[in-house]
């Protein structure tokens, strides 16, 4: 019995040595990311966190699931989760877990714009443009491919996600004020 042991000991060693050595050369592997930061961040306005679609306005931090998802019944939650997706639309609404308030919108429709204007497709030279040159990005090194943030916290802010300087996504995000 004790040899059992001993042998299921050494696999498992073996396997835990493997595992940490893979990842070790996968981190190793990864570029380095960069991590900018503005002397001080552009000014968000209630407005930038609306959105209107297929003649329904929403408003991040304050519409509840429930009228999102009336106004949208050709979408459906992914699983038992809290995002809520118009896949045909290439929009995913993320509500928070407990008050089931819209807080997040994933967008990568060229149809749908942002309060300013600003659609996946545009060049980023189109959103400095509208919110400003004030916003922190995090890049590999590489000036085509990065993400730039605007907004001061991670509760209300518009991150634009750029790939060969073209905007692929556009997230927003404004996280309700719970009373507790």
Request: with cysteine; charged share 20%; proline share 3%.
């Amino acid at each position: 019995m004790f040899q059992r042991n001993r042998r299921e000991i050494i696999v498992i060693t073996v396997i835990i040595v493997v595992v940490f050595c893979l990842g070790l050369s996968v981190a190793g592997s990864r570029d380095m990311l960069n991590v900018h930061y503005p002397d001080q961040f552009a000014v968000l306005d209630d407005q930038d966190f609306q959105l209107e679609w297929r003649s329904h306005l929403v408003e991040l931090g304050s519409t509840p699931g429930e009228t999102v998802m009336d106004h949208y019944p050709h979408g459906y939650m992914l699983g038992l989760s809290t995002i809520f997706s118009l896949n045909e639309d290439n929009i995913l609404f993320t509500f928070t877990e407990d008050e089931n308030i819209l807080h997040r919108a994933h967008i990568e429709n060229p149809d749908l714009p942002t309060f300013r204007g600003v659609r996946v497709g545009d060049s980023f030279d189109t959103a400095i443009a509208q919110y400003g040159t004030q916003y922190a990005w995090v890049d590999n090194g590489n000036t085509e491919d990065f993400d730039a943030v605007y907004g001061d916290d991670n509760r209300r802010c518009i991150v634009f996600q750029v790939r060969q300087g073209k905007i692929v996504r556009i997230v927003l995000q404004n996280d309700p004020l719970i009373a507790k």
